[in-house]
């Protein structure tokens, strides 16, 4: 299979943010609460600066690269929902953040780059996992095909986030073919960490529901290798409505891979090896 425990990118990378720093924002009478990922604006004290848009700019080109090639992989992927990635400046490392704009950009923090690499993803000195990043990135592009698709049938701004999970999920499995074990050592992480602003279950769910969300997603990508089903965009958004009441109600336990009520996740098995073909077939459509 293409994916093993023992094959990560390596990327090589200076240490750079600050692993602890606190999330508490420094008063001001020009900030807003963005409100997580879908809630950003311009204009205020706490909005930072964006970049030329598809450049990036960080102080090693081994990011650049990494980053540049990640979002050409899933501009691929995420067929015919176009979106535009940029660094966004955040003002500190305090406002760490990504964010999804209904106008097709996705804002990737400066600084939340380096914190999801260098909290997440160091493997050793120099072995770094793209997962983390990965992950985040996806869960951006889930929120341009909600835009593009325009589905309003939510209850709440957490199914918007739990479906963004799902759809990150999905393209861990169909594009890359990881395995859960390796998605759910990060994800569980960061969903657990209370960073990526992300841990208010207002805004994002659980950390358990997280990772139903995410398992959800993947899931559905490995049935579609293996049965060679193919899903429209419309079609997955269907299976995660589906899947919600699991997906609400199911805790988990991170020391298992069992998914039942006895907690955990099963592991997936991508019963054949997966061609660019195949993927290029089998990625989502209007
Ligand atoms: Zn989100």
Same mark, same amino acid.
């Given at each position: 299979? %293409? +994916?093993?425990? &023992? *094959?990560? @990118?390596?990327?090589?990378?200076?240490?750079?943010? =600050?692993?602890? =720093?606190?999330?508490?924002?420094?008063?001001?009478?020009?900030?807003?609460?963005?409100?997580? =990922?879908?809630?950003?604006?311009? #204009?205020?004290?706490?909005? $930072?600066?964006?970049?030329?848009?598809?450049?990036?700019?960080? +102080?090693?080109?081994?990011?650049? +690269?990494?980053?540049?090639?990640?979002?050409?992989?899933?501009?691929?992927? @995420? /067929?015919?929902?176009?979106?535009?990635?940029?660094?966004?400046? !955040?003002?500190?490392?305090?406002?760490?953040?990504?964010?999804?704009?209904?106008?097709?950009?996705?804002?990737?923090?400066?600084?939340?780059?380096?914190?999801?690499?260098?909290?997440?993803?160091?493997?050793?000195?120099?072995?770094?996992?793209?997962?983390?990043?990965? $992950?985040?990135?996806?869960?951006?592009?889930?929120?341009?095909?909600?835009?593009?698709?325009?589905?309003? /049938?939510?209850?709440?701004?957490?199914?918007?986030?739990?479906?963004?999970?799902?759809?990150? #999920?999905?393209?861990?499995?169909? !594009?890359?073919? @990881?395995?859960? %074990?390796?998605?759910?050592?990060?994800?569980?992480?960061?969903?657990?960490? #209370?960073?990526?602003?992300?841990?208010?279950?207002?805004?994002?769910?659980?950390?358990?529901?997280?990772?139903?969300?995410?398992?959800?997603?993947? &899931?559905?990508?490995?049935?579609?290798?293996?049965?060679?089903?193919?899903?429209?965009?419309?079609?997955?958004?269907?299976?995660?409505?589906?899947?919600?009441?699991?997906?609400? +109600?199911?805790?988990?336990?991170?020391?298992?891979?069992?998914?039942?009520?006895?907690?955990?996740? %099963?592991?997936?098995?991508?019963?054949?090896?997966? *061609?660019?073909?195949?993927?290029?077939?089998? %990625?989502?459509?209007?």
């Amino acid at each position: 299979m %293409k +994916k093993s425990s &023992t *094959t990560y @990118w390596l990327l090589f990378l200076i240490t750079f943010a =600050c692993l602890n =720093c606190s999330k508490e924002h420094p008063a001001s009478d020009n900030e807003k609460d963005f409100n997580g =990922c879908l809630g950003y604006a311009a #204009g205020y004290k706490n909005s $930072g600066t964006v970049g030329s848009p598809g450049t990036f700019t960080f +102080k090693e080109a081994q990011n650049n +690269k990494f980053l540049a090639q990640e979002v050409s992989i899933q501009r691929n992927f @995420w /067929n015919q929902v176009p979106a535009t990635v940029s660094l966004l400046f !955040e003002p500190s490392d305090a406002y760490r953040n990504a964010y999804a704009l209904a106008n097709g950009n996705i804002y990737f923090g400066y600084y939340l780059f380096y914190y999801m690499v260098n909290r997440f993803s160091v493997i050793s000195p120099n072995e770094v996992s793209p997962l983390p990043v990965d $992950g985040v990135l996806a869960h951006e592009w889930g929120h341009e095909v909600q835009f593009r698709l325009g589905w309003a /049938n939510y209850a709440n701004n957490t199914e918007r986030e739990l479906e963004a999970d799902f759809f990150s #999920g999905y393209y861990m499995g169909l !594009e890359k073919q @990881w395995y859960w %074990k390796q998605i759910q050592t990060y994800y569980t992480a960061i969903y657990s960490s #209370g960073d990526y602003a992300f841990s208010s279950p207002n805004h994002h769910g659980t950390p358990g529901q997280r990772l139903n969300a995410a398992y959800t997603g993947l &899931t559905t990508a490995v049935y579609e290798i293996n049965n060679n089903v193919h899903y429209s965009y419309n079609q997955l958004h269907d299976i995660f409505r589906k899947n919600l009441e699991y997906i609400y +109600k199911h805790t988990y336990n991170t020391t298992s891979l069992a998914r039942d009520d006895n907690g955990g996740f %099963k592991e997936v098995r991508y019963s054949r090896p997966v *061609t660019r073909e195949l993927i290029d077939r089998l %990625k989502p459509t209007l």
